[in-house]
């Protein structure tokens, strides 16, 4: 992979890489060349070489430069007091990040001790199911209790998803605001064997993130052969109150052949919600077991942290050489990690395309350069990805526009 993936970078980067997308976007939608030139970017190139404080000065500035360099991977830092190419020339204390958007990193392997089709690195669609639950869940909770509208989620490339929260006011955010929203989010993790873990007045978020699990706990049940597999029966058990009689109904379900491996979880979770009082008390077993499973696990420190660097959008990942490419949440359910275009792909589809265009002799070779940066990715699998970060960055250029000048300014003061 990393012979080839190293040969077709520059295909990628010459060719395909959005980098007006990436500057309207981080200009803030509203295509002003000093505050990205404020922004920090960093590069790992090859043999692990990490180049820290890089800042571009134009769209054009930043497609140059990895053309010239070619990443292995790109990272997104804050905003800061000065360019951060010229941070070895600030006085102490004068270069300090000031905003950058809030974002949540998602990574499969913190669910490790829940999911037993794969591990580490490895995922397939089993597990992929979490990832499904934790985008629709936070989304959900972000838009609806926080009231933020400009919500850009990204494959990692891998194992994870980012979330990168665009709107203006949030980038402004400082560390202590940022842990809140975290905390917010956080729930406490079931003890094992011990029943009573959530409040008695649970707070909304509670019953939102059960209407977002339970739409998917039978199917993961099944899927990871929580009745049937030996480690996973052990693991649920550890779950319950060391009651035997509770126990021992529970397992007779496990065993029942006459029920389907999807419905057991119905039956076993009544059994649950009357060991727990009925519908009439919170502290549900059913509603710790589904929650110790499939409940957003996120890594508070990349989210509390203003200076924290996160994976670009677009970049490509060295170890699949899949693409970093936005989820369409209206079409959550349909999105594939497996189907995502990775660079030999799409090498091979910009030759398909070069080979059957037709060619215009009279046409220059500055007019034809000019016309491969524009509409050469509409011709690969990349192009309804692109098309998407376009749309996005248009409602967040829309929603200034609909804003008085007093008010876009404040929003937009560097």
């Known amino acids: 992979m990393g012979?080839?993936?190293?040969?077709?970078?520059?295909?990628?980067y010459q060719r395909l890489f959005p980098a007006q997308l990436m500057f309207d976007w981080l200009a803030g939608g509203g295509g002003k060349e000093a505050y990205f030139s404020h922004r920090?970017?960093?590069?790992?190139?090859?043999?692990?070489?990490?180049?820290?404080?890089?800042s571009f000065e134009s769209a054009a500035e930043l497609q140059r430069e990895v053309v010239k360099r070619l990443p292995y991977k790109i990272d997104i830092g804050a905003y800061y007091t000065l360019k951060p190419k010229n941070h070895k020339m600030a006085r102490p204390g004068g270069f300090r990040a000031l905003e950058k958007e809030l974002?949540?990193?998602?990574?499969?392997?913190?669910?490790?001790?829940?999911?037993?089709?794969?591990?580490?690195?490895?995922?397939?669609?089993?597990?992929w199911r979490l990832m499904t639950i934790a985008i629709r869940l936070v989304?959900?909770?972000?838009?609806?209790?926080?009231?933020?509208?400009?919500?850009?989620?990204?494959?990692?490339?891998?194992?994870?998803i980012h979330c990168w929260v665009c709107d203006d006011h949030v980038r402004k955010f400082?560390?202590?605001?940022?842990?809140?929203?975290?905390?917010?989010?956080?729930?406490?993790?079931v003890v094992p064997g011990k029943k009573g873990v959530l409040p008695a007045q649970p707070h909304p978020l509670f019953y939102k993130a059960i209407s977002v699990i339970e739409r998917h706990f039978g199917r993961f049940?099944?899927?990871?052969?929580?009745?049937?597999?030996?480690?996973?029966?052990?693991?649920?058990?550890?779950?319950?109150?060391?009651?035997?009689?509770?126990?021992?109904?529970?397992?007779?379900?496990?065993?029942?052949?006459?029920?389907?491996?999807?419905?057991?979880?119905?039956?076993?979770?009544?059994?649950?919600?009357n060991y727990s009082g009925g519908g009439s008390k919170v502290n549900k077993l059913d509603w710790e077991v589904m929650l110790h499973y499939c409940y957003p696990r996120l890594d508070v420190n990349v989210s509390t942290g203003v200076n924290h660097l996160l994976k670009s959008p677009f970049c490509a990942h060295p170890k699949t050489s899949n693409v970093c490419v936005p989820i369409d949440t209206e079409k959550l359910e349909s999105f594939d990690p497996f189907l995502v275009p990775n660079l030999g792909q799409l090498n091979e589809e910009l030759n398909s395309y070069s080979?059957?265009?037709?060619?215009?002799?009279?046409?220059?070779?500055?007019?034809?350069?000019?016309?491969?940066?524009?509409?050469?990715?509409?011709?690969?699998?990349?192009k309804k990805y692109i098309d998407f970060?376009?749309?996005?960055?248009?409602?967040?250029?829309?929603?200034?526009?609909?804003?008085?000048?007093?008010?876009?300014?404040s929003n937009m003061e560097f």
Request: glycine share 2%; with cysteine; proline share 4%.
């Open 389 to 409: 970060f376009t749309t996005f960055i248009k409602s967040m250029q829309n929603e200034r526009a609909s804003l008085t000048p007093s008010l876009r300014d």
């Open 40 to 54: 920090e970017f960093s590069f790992t190139l090859k043999d692990d070489v990490y180049i820290r404080y890089l």
């Open 355 to 382: 080979s059957h265009k037709p060619h215009d002799h009279e046409e220059d070779a500055e007019n034809e350069s000019k016309k491969k940066v524009v509409n050469e990715y509409q011709f690969t699998s990349l």
């Open 139 to 160: 989304d959900e909770a972000l838009r609806t209790d926080f009231g933020f509208h400009h919500l850009l989620w990204v494959y990692s490339g891998r194992r994870g």
């Open 3 to 12: 012979t080839d993936y190293a040969q077709l970078l520059p295909v990628y």
């Open 221 to 273: 049940c099944e899927e990871q052969k929580l009745f049937s597999g030996e480690k996973q029966i052990e693991d649920f058990f550890k779950l319950l109150p060391e009651d035997d009689d509770l126990v021992a109904r529970v397992r007779v379900l496990m065993e029942d052949e006459k029920i389907k491996p999807r419905e057991k979880w119905d039956h076993i979770r009544k059994l649950l919600i």
């Open 103 to 127: 974002v949540f990193d998602i990574d499969m392997t913190d669910y490790d001790d829940v999911r037993y089709c794969c591990s580490g690195a490895d995922i397939c669609p089993k597990c």
């Open 174 to 189: 400082d560390a202590t605001v940022r842990a809140a929203v975290c905390e917010y989010l956080s729930l406490p993790k």
